[in-house]
């Protein structure tokens, strides 16, 4: 039999371990999504029983691609060696030796960037730690599974593993950082678009409004998010004007959608440092009233992106803005800068619940707890409830039996420019979940 430690790759039948019994009969053509497109799968555990378990149970499920490594340096060597094409790893993280995070942490630095299944007996806690921990590498975590695995939860894991990086993200992490004189530059060539993603309600499926959301059509590298340029914008004394362009631009579409008969509310981001500038509030009324609309048709969400107590001039602004009946929405709510002392002391109207606290919330016995304690709380305290990321129909579902009131995210449309947004509503109306229909 092969020393514990030697990889075995690619797997034969004689590798796995003995007195196993009769391996399970093929999977049948229609069950299996993985023969197109099979990834090279590297099973890492210490124990050979489960090693045989698992290739077997993934061997019944029609991946062919299956190598085994008893221990995190054997997995490393063989990584390491080029001599297989490794594209999901799927790991234990409980390991005597190097543990499951040390040897992704190596396996990260040596240039790795495939994906990763974590398996784990530690219960959820743990493994949502040690995603975050690795969130920052260049491994891609496809998901996390309590030991033993199902074939039903290892194959959801699986499908979503993509043979080639998403364009998007590649095109993405290509774009180098902004210089203060680049946004001077978009500011004067009127570089700057405006997405809306819709917020239906949840109950009716109607639409209540579109989050307008800043891009950079920048001029060599396409279009830039704003999580490239937001931060150098605070910093470089440029967000004021940023801002108000922003205004400016979602009112304008806002008009326009009232003229032609949709009549429906408008979100715009405002950033901390917006608020600190004493004359916002007036500026934002005298914007709205140029515009012949209304406060009550706009709703302004704060984030706060540093770490720092609400002064008294952003405060001040914000009970300004609120006596002049502006809708003011916590954004983000339940990450580090979006907290419970700031609910208690400004005057919102609305709470969004972050979105790491929303995809996947039923399967996730961690994190629903919070976003129903997010939404029972916002309830009690007579705020409007919306939910961002909202991913999938599992999703929507459970925000409606949690009686939240408003959702936003990619199962409902995605950002979009102002003139698409007619065709989508056509779009939604035609395939939004049953219970809402008609
Ligand atoms: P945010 O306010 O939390 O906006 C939601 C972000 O989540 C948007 O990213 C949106 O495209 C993305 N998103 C929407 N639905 C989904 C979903 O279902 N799943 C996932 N994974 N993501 C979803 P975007 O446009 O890149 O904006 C990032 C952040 O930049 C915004 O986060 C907001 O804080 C900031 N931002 C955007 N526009 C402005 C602006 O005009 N001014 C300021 N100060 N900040 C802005
Ligand atoms: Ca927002
Ligand atoms: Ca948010």
């Not at 459970?398 to 009686?403: A, Q």
Request: proline share 7%.
């Amino acid at each position: 039999m092969a020393k514990r430690d030697t990889p075995i790759w690619p797997p034969s039948e004689d590798t796995l371990p003995l007195g196993l019994g009769p391996a399970e009969p093929a999977a049948s053509p229609t069950e299996d999504s993985a023969t197109q497109r099979q990834p090279g799968l590297l099973l890492v555990d210490d124990d050979p029983f489960m090693l045989g378990m698992q290739s077997r149970m993934l061997r019944s499920m029609g991946y062919s691609k299956i190598g085994t490594a008893a221990s995190a340096d054997a997995a490393l060597a063989l990584v390491l060696a080029g001599r297989a094409a490794v594209d999901v790893v799927v790991c234990d993280l409980n390991m005597p030796d190097v543990d499951g995070i040390e040897f992704l942490r190596r396996l990260g630095d040596s240039g790795f960037a495939g994906n990763v299944i974590l398996l784990s007996g530690e219960g959820p806690r743990i493994i949502h730690a040690v995603q975050k921990l690795l969130a920052g590498r260049p491994l891609r975590i496809l998901g996390a599974l309590e030991k033993p695995a199902g074939r039903a939860a290892l194959r959801a894991l699986l499908d979503r593993w993509h043979p080639v990086a998403p364009a998007q993200a590649t095109d993405e992490a290509r774009v180098p950082a902004c210089t203060a004189d680049e946004l001077h530059a978009a500011q004067l060539g009127e570089q700057w678009v405006l997405h809306y993603q819709p917020k239906v309600d949840l109950q009716t499926g109607a639409l209540t409004g579109t989050e307008a959301l800043l891009r950079w059509n920048h001029p060599v590298h396409g279009l830039v998010y704003p999580d490239r340029f937001i931060g150098l914008a605070e910093d470089c004394g440029a967000i004021d004007a940023l801002t108000d362009w922003v205004l400016g631009a979602a009112l304008a579409q806002l008009s326009r959608w009232h003229q032609q008969g949709l009549l429906i509310h408008m979100a715009v981001n405002v950033s901390m440092e917006n608020l600190r500038s004493p004359g916002f509030a007036r500026k934002v009324g005298a914007l709205v009233r140029h515009s012949c609309l209304s406060p009550q048709d706009l709703t302004l969400e704060v984030t706060e992106s540093r770490v720092m107590a609400l002064a008294p001039e952003p405060l001040e602004t914000l009970v300004r803005l609120r006596m002049q009946r502006f809708g003011l929405s916590i954004d983000d709510f339940g990450t580090g800068h979006s907290s419970l002392a700031q609910l208690r002391d400004v005057p919102f109207t609305e709470l969004k619940v972050d979105r790491g606290f929303v995809h996947g919330a039923r399967q996730s016995p961690l994190i629903r707890p919070m976003l129903e304690g997010s939404i029972g709380m916002a309830q009690r305290l007579g705020l409007q409830t919306v939910a961002e990321g909202v991913e999938t129909e599992d999703d929507w579902a459970l925000l409606r039996e949690l009686g939240c009131d408003i959702a936003q995210g990619y199962f409902i449309g995605r950002p979009m420019p102002g003139d698409q947004l007619h065709a989508w509503l056509a779009d939604w109306q035609a395939r939004r979940p049953r219970e809402v229909a008609g």
